[in-house]
């Protein structure tokens, strides 16, 4: 059964399905059962959240959904139970989310093909834990996967940001 919350934010649009993605509420086109990196990529034009495995298990497509990190490959859009939050929508007023400048501080990509869900996930982190440790750090982003080998740089990163924001 749907929480209150989801009742309130996911209804019935001329697709089936309305969420709100970065502020703004959205009529889902695609079948309700379309998972929402789909919707985001292919139907809003979001590419921040990208597509790896499919199985949520290396984390690219991370999207906040309210205040929690979710692996938008294997939730269906009509399961969306909260805002939607994707990496275009960080930062206000011009400015970056202070994440996303600490990991431009640090160069923490090679590829960048990871960097999304390393982003989307550390903010997720600090919001816990504010003062993380360096296993903190490497425990929260231990489902993240980086093939090119980043993950020191994004370990600074998350430090730095930390640092920021203390
Ligand atoms: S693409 Fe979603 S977890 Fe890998
Ligand atoms: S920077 Fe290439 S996968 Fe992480």
New binding site residues.
Partial sequence: MASPSASLLVGQGSGGVTIQVNGKSVDVQSAADTPLLYVLRDELGLHGPRFGCGLGQCG?CTVHVGDRAVRSCVVAVSDVAGPVTTLEGLGSGGQLHPVQQAFINEQ????????NG?IMQSIILLNNNPSPSDADIRQGLANN??????HLA?IRAVQGAAAVSA
Avoid at 108 to 114: F, K, N, T
Avoid at 145 to 150: D, E, I, M, N, P
Wanted: hydrophobic letters at 35%.
């Fill in positions: 690219a923490a990509a090679q590829c960048g093909y990871c960097t390393m996967l980086c093939r090119c080998g980043s994004v």
